[in-house]
């Protein structure tokens, strides 16, 4: 294999090779703080059998632009860090840390989850990183206070400058994160909208080789009419720049048994490999417990990659339940509020709850929408607040939220991976009095409650 | 049929088992009509641990302010002194619990009218997963009233720190009534 780059990889191009060779891409999660261990953890993905693109993802003090912190913790514990701290790193750490990593083959994706992206975009830059991921909403609304209008103005600038960074040969990638929103019990309307509204923004401002997202939720058929709207409006859209549709392994409450997590990453591998996506996100055994090991991403990788290579092509005929629709409603509303400036409209449409994402606490999110999982498994609306879909969706008013129904409706993934092996589709049931029975079998595995909610990253 | 979101159930029969909470398990709401500030710390962006707390304190009875995920010290700080909670309930699930906990207890009980707030904090507090107890040592000795450690408390509490949560409202909500008595009396 060639070591020395004698370009910059780019990152659109190389997705779109793999894809022509009828193969997925597949990338882990992955940020170590030591550079030693993250190098190490570049060169296996790099080295596993699979067709792979790096992760440096960042530690979260970095998220926050708190670099205090990240210094006080180098300085105490560099171990203590969740990610590889990129903008506090001495530039000659990093760039031993990728001496030989970078090939034409294997660019590195640089993931923080930022809504104050412009020191981490231009120290990336420097270091000849060239594509990140992240937006104006998906990156504010979950992960951060900031006002939302102050992140769209954030990321407009991170927009220029890694456009600016365009050169022969070098073309700066942006993914967008919003078809991911809150990793789980969002409507795929809602999400499609988000991906591609960010897509459209990163457009408009210089970006020109783009990704979109879609998080895998929890219906396999819904996921996949998911996946089918979303290449739709992409082609609607954002129909002049290079892209490509990644999907992201689950990202809710995972199942905790190593067969759970298995079946459930083969899933998202069959969905990403059927629908036309062209990369994955893969998540691994481990991730019900804590930060997978580097090998532990490796064998995820690998058997993503197995899987999706026998995998396939989605019927030809997906059922429309609306999803289309519901997306391109939201999507033409904040362009009636302004085509000419998406990050303006973006944030007129959250003040007036016209996007609204459920049980997200931003303030600037309005909060009035709920989703709510229907007795197929579905996710649908439980109320629709002020979206602009009244007239296409009829939302069945939920009970009251309790508590319980809240872990039971983010555990159902977990529940349905882990406690039954041999069941490929889903079959379910409304009890008459509410009550989740399936917690019950939490009994022989010693779980005598319900799984902390103090102790379960979501 | 019921719908919604509370009534989803895999088609497994169901066992004759009681449900998870059993009546034992259960405080009665009128002990626990407590005044709860819910947060968490300023660099964790988990949310969902957030709302099922807020939740689970209002079906105990208590009213919640949820202040939500990415929480700067500054703003916790505020609500406290503008709101002087019964409680204030911190869930961290990023790793940073530790470092980031201990720094916000010791700003807070700097503020003399915060010295003697109950403050609990829980979650995945360091990147260890809790394997040794120290994190959990070390924010009891910063300030924190009760720790509820998901990692340590793996092995001899499978709840991950809920059930101990229980049990601290439930005697904290005694207290206050207690001390409500001696005040009336």
Redesign the interface.
């Known amino acids: 294999m060639n070591r020395i780059a004698p370009r910059p990889p780019s990152f659109g191009e190389v997705v779109a090779d793999v894809q022509k060779r009828g193969e997925l891409v597949v990338q882990p999660r992955m940020g170590f703080a030591d550079p030693a261990l993250m190098r190490h953890g570049l060169l296996a993905t790099r080295d596993a059998r699979a067709s792979t693109v790096g992760t440096i993802t960042l530690d979260s003090y970095t998220r926050l632009g708190d670099h205090d912190a990240v210094r006080q913790a180098l300085a105490a514990d560099a171990a203590s860090l969740n990610g590889y701290p990129l903008v506090d790193r001495d530039p000659a750490t990093t760039g031993a840390m990728l001496d030989g990593v970078l090939t034409p083959w294997f660019p590195v994706q640089v993931r923080h989850g930022s809504a104050e992206p412009g020191r981490i975009v231009r120290t990336m830059v420097d270091c000849g990183l060239y594509a990140t991921e992240g937006g104006p909403v998906s990156y504010c609304l979950p992960y951060s206070r900031r006002p939302l209008a102050v992140s769209v103005d954030n990321w407009r600038q991170a927009c220029e400058m890694l456009a600016a960074a365009r050169a022969p040969g070098r073309e700066p990638h942006l993914e967008t994160f919003g078809g991911c929103m809150m990793g789980q019990l969002c409507p795929p309307a809602l999400l499609l909208a988000i991906s591609v509204l960010e897509g459209m923004f990163f457009r408009q401002h210089g970006v020109r080789c783009i990704s979109f997202s879609y998080a895998q939720q929890i219906h396999a058929a819904q996921d996949e009419e998911a996946v089918a709207a979303l290449h739709e409006l992409i082609r609607r859209y954002v129909p002049d720049v290079r892209s490509h549709v990644v999907i992201y392994t689950y990202m809710g409450v995972y199942p905790r048994t190593p067969g759970g997590a298995r079946r459930l990453l083969a899933q998202s591998a069959r969905l990403a490999a059927g629908s036309g996506a062209s990369r994955l996100i893969v998540k691994t055994a481990v991730e019900a417990y804590r930060l997978p090991t580097v090998a532990e991403n490796v064998a995820a990788l690998e058997y993503a990659a197995a899987v999706a290579a026998s995998a396939v092509p989605h019927r030809a005929a997906i059922e429309d339940t609306g999803i289309l629709a519901q997306a391109v409603a939201l999507v033409e509303n904040v362009l009636a509020l302004g085509r000419d400036d998406i990050g303006r409209a973006l944030v007129v449409a959250f003040a007036r709850g016209q996007l609204d994402v459920p049980f997200c606490l931003h303030p600037d999110n309005a909060g009035r929408t709920r989703a709510r999982l229907d007795r197929d498994g579905r996710l649908e609306w439980a109320r629709i607040g002020s979206l602009p879909i009244g007239d296409l969706v009829e939302p069945r008013p939920a009970q009251p939220l309790t508590s319980e129904g809240l872990l039971s409706a983010l555990r159902f993934v977990e529940r349905r991976f882990d406690h039954r092996p041999g069941a490929p589709d889903l079959v379910l049931e409304a009890g008459p009095d509410g009550r989740d029975h399936d917690h019950d079998r939490d009994h022989d595995r010693g779980h005598s409650t319900p799984q902390s909610i103090f102790g379960r990253s979501s | ?12 029969p ?2 004759a ?5 059993t009546a034992a ?1 259960r405080i009665e709401p009128r002990y626990t009509a407590l005044d709860v500030i819910v947060t968490g710390l ?12 807020q ?2 304190l209002e ?1 105990l009875g208590c009213r919640v302010t ?1 202040l ?5 010290d500054e ?1 916790i700080i505020d609500a406290c002194t503008g709101q002087h909670p019964d409680l204030l309930v911190i ?1 961290s ?4 619990g ?2 980031d906990g201990i720094r916000l207890i010791r700003a807070l009980r700097q503020a003399p009218a915060l010295a003697s707030t109950p403050v609990v904090i ?3 507090l ?2 260890t ?1 809790g394997a040794n107890g120290e994190a959990a040592a070390r924010l009891l000795a910063a300030g924190y009233d009760a720790v ?4 340590s ?2 092995a001899g509490e ?6 101990s ?1 229980r049990s601290y409202l439930s005697a904290l909500a005694s207290r206050a009534d207690a001390v409500a008595q001696v005040g009336a009396g």
């Not at chain 2, 088992?17 to 909470?21: H, L, Q, S």
């Not at chain 2, 939500?68 to 700067?72: F, L, S, Y």
């Open positions: 049929m019921t719908r919604g979101i509370v009534n989803i159930h895999t088609a497994i169901a066992p088992a009681p449900a998870v909470i398990d300023s660099s964790d962006a988990h949310t969902w641990n957030l709302v099922y707390l939740l689970l079906e949820n939500g995920a990415c929480t700067p703003v869930s699930l990023n790793g940073h530790r470092q829980g979650g995945k360091d990147v997963g509820f450690d998901a990692g408390a793996a499978a709840a991950g720190g809920l059930l949560f």
